[in-house]
């Protein structure tokens, strides 16, 4: 009965116009805020530990936009089937477009890392219609059938999709391929991760694209999706460059990780209302 609905859920938004996905990703947003606030105080904690010096209105203001933010990226993420070549070229702008082309003539494939900040699946699929090789490394979906879904609309526009359990077996393989292999390196990674400053707290990260790049000599490229007025999307790619005399070892690890974290940051400080707050980030802490 679940699947059944959430199958029917999905084909009725499959139907609408993306402006009238707009417009309900915008009511879902103020009904979260206002009727159904689950998360919104862990927001404005997290906001207001990023922004200490913001006005509460301002730390307000950017939740709410951030709740319609989500709302709406949810929607689209069921409506993916639609954004087809002709969608992509009116809507989704690339500002380097020629770099990741440059960077894959190495012929060792490369790492994309970027964060929860505006909508990674735009990207991935606009990617895919710029005529790159894009492979994921993603989580799976706790409900079995909203996965199913998902990761079939990302593999129908091409998107390779490598589970993040498998990552340590797959990702190597893909590089084989000279594909461009993309992950969020921005959640807390427990004890698995690296401590690097985030908004001036240090914060446990995923140190995996470090790794690859240090280790294997897959170039490293930062990765953007942000929502621009309009309904459009401008996705930016920047190299990450790594010091001369690098190698693979915990400090150098730890300071290119840092070096990503930092670039993301920047780009959250200037669409703050378009990165994850809900997600406990600081939660792990180095012992005393």
Avoid at 77 to 93: G, K, N, S, T, Y
Avoid at 247 to 259: G, M, N, P, Q, Y
Wanted: one cysteine or more; proline letters at 5%.
């Amino acid at each position: 009965m679940k699947a059944r609905l959430l199958h029917a859920l999905v084909a009725l938004l499959l139907r609408l116009p993306y402006s009238a996905l707009l417009a309900l990703g915008r009511g879902m947003g103020w009904l979260w805020f206002y009727l159904i606030p689950v998360r919104r105080a862990l927001m404005l904690a997290n906001l207001h530990k990023a922004f200490p010096d913001a006005t509460p209105a301002w730390r307000r203001q950017v939740c709410r936009d951030c709740m319609t933010h989500f709302a709406t990226m949810g929607l689209e993420l069921f409506w993916l089937p639609r954004m087809d070549h002709e969608w992509q070229a009116q809507r989704v702008r690339f500002l380097a477009p020629e770099l990741a082309r440059q960077l894959l003539e190495q012929g060792r494939g490369l790492m994309g890392v970027g964060g929860h900040l505006g909508n990674w699946e735009v990207m991935g699929i606009g990617c895919v219609d710029l005529g790159l090789d894009v492979s994921y490394i993603v989580k799976r979906i706790h409900d079995p059938v909203l996965d199913e879904i998902v990761n079939r609309s990302r593999a129908g526009h091409g998107v390779e999709i490598i589970f993040s359990r498998d990552a340590s077996r797959g990702v190597l393989k893909h590089f084989r391929r000279n594909r461009l292999v993309a992950f969020l390196s921005d959640q807390d990674a427990r004890s698995h991760g690296v401590f690097v400053p985030f908004f001036g707290h240090p914060a446990s990260t995923p140190k995996g694209a470090a790794v690859y790049a240090l280790r294997l000599g897959v170039p490293l490229m930062f990765v953007n999706c942000v929502r621009v007025p309009g309904g459009r999307f401008e996705v930016e790619f920047l190299e990450v460059p790594l010091e001369e005399g690098w190698s693979f070892c915990d400090e150098h690890v730890a300071a290119l990780t840092a070096r990503y974290t930092a670039l993301l940051e920047e780009r959250v400080r200037r669409t703050p209302e378009q990165w994850f707050w809900m997600h406990r980030r600081w939660k792990t802490q180095p012992e005393s």
